[in-house]
Structure formats: C-alpha cells, structure tokens
C-alpha cells in the first residue's frame, strides 16, 4: 500500500492561485505514474493531469490546459499541482493518484480514474466568484 497524503485544503477568488501538493509515494524502487483528479458533488471523478516522473511527460484533461500545471520534486518525493486563473467551476475535491508505471500510458487512458491503483483521501478546493 502506497499512502497518499495531499496538502490541507483551501478557498480562493476567482482568477486566483492554489497550490496543492502531495506525498508519500517513493521514486527510488518502482516507477510509479502520478496524477492528480477532482470530483464535484453529483459528479463523476475526473482526471485533471498526470505526470511521468521519470521524463516528465505531462498531460492535461481540456478542461484544465494551459491553467493548471503537474510538477515533482524527487528530491522530497512531492508531486504539486499548480492552479492558475481559477474559476468557480474548479471547485471540488482534489485527489492524488498513483500507479506502479507509466509505461505505455499516454493520452485520454491516463486520466482514467480505472488505471490508478493508489489514491489520497482528497482535499477540498473552493473557488468564490
């Protein structure tokens, strides 16, 4: 069991920033793929982006591109995901994801919530207009 721990949850403004981050997942013995999704009350759970740690291949659902960004520290074993020009419609409760690899794991299949073995227990986001 690989225990996933993300950062405390927080309320920001529309057109704000969140960081979130998350840890508990070692890089040193299994090549583990790591991804971040959200799930809104009355709503399926969505994947939002998902990284390779070994190359750094990203991917981003639509929703989500070109405002949020995936990123590692592997010096402290921590994946972050960065959340810029917020909107109303991004509130929900977020989760780290992990899965044993990242290989042959690209495009749509990698946001799939079926692929991911190892979850958090979410953290809340709320974004006030």
């Known amino acids: 069991q690989v225990p996933l721990v993300e950062s405390v949850g927080i309320s920001e403004s529309s057109g704000g920033s969140i960081t979130l981050s998350c840890t508990g997942f070692?890089?040193?013995?299994?090549?583990?793929?790591l991804g971040w999704f959200r799930q809104s009350p009355g709503k399926e759970r969505e994947g939002v982006a998902r990284?390779?740690?070994?190359?750094?291949?990203?991917y981003y659902a639509d929703s989500v591109k070109g405002r949020f960004s995936i990123s590692q520290n592997k010096t402290n074993k921590l994946v972050y995901l960065q959340m810029n020009s917020l909107k109303t419609e991004d509130t929900a409760m977020y989760y780290c994801?992990?899965?044993?690899?990242?290989?042959?794991?690209?495009?749509?299949?990698?946001?799939?919530?079926?692929?991911?073995?190892?979850w958090g227990q979410g953290t809340q986001v709320t974004v006030s207009s």
């Open positions: 070692g890089y040193t013995y299994s090549p583990y793929c």
């Open positions: 990284i390779n740690p070994h190359d750094g291949d990203t």
């Open positions: 994801a992990a899965r044993r690899t990242c290989v042959g794991f690209s495009g749509p299949a990698s946001l799939s919530t079926l692929a991911y073995t190892y």
